[in-house]
């Protein structure tokens, strides 16, 4: 059995404090009784993953996937330094800017739903120009969802996110143009 982690985690409860639990997968490193009795006496409750379920890492190995594909690929970092300054500016912008957040609040996907919470980082994220964050924000202000109704916003962020050929958005700003509701009723822009 690989015993380098007991030390570490005698190290983190003497410097963080003790957590309410701990959660690991199923490696031996971390199942035997010389890790686990570090957790246990100190009364923190252990929480282990399935031994071998896709589903026990499937969001951090998104995550992981995200970082590699939008950030790390796209860099020629220079050094150590400047890769962990840019990749921390990338996990600022995942965890806080990029559009999948307000999806997840808007649908309550993994976490309670709550639409005002999505308008909130749909509008971080098409203030960045995210065309489907615009579109999204378009028809949380047309639906009245986490907002007052304003088709007067839903057609500005409709119209964002056409002008960035979303194919959905330019059928909800062709609906807007249609029926009058946040622009002047306009039947040629309705089809164009």
Known sequence: MDTTYIPMARGFVARHGKPDIFNTYQGSQFTGSAFTGVLATNGIAI?????AAWRDNVFIERMWRSVKYEEVHLRAYESVSEASTSIGRYLDFYNGRRPHSGVMCANGQGIAKDEG????WFTNAAEQG???????LGVMYQEGLGVTRDYGQAFTWFR?????????AQSSLGWLYESGQGTAQDYAQAIA
Not at 47 to 51: I, P, Q, R, Y
Not at 117 to 120: E, G, H, L, N
Not at 130 to 136: E, F, G, I
Request: hydrophobic letters at 35%; proline letters at 4%.
């Open 117 to 120: 919470a999505a308008v909130v």
């Open 47 to 51: 929480s282990m993953d399935g031994k």
């Open 160 to 168: 964002k996110a056409a002008e960035q050929g979303n194919p959905t």
């Open 130 to 136: 995210y065309a489907s964050a615009q579109r999204n």
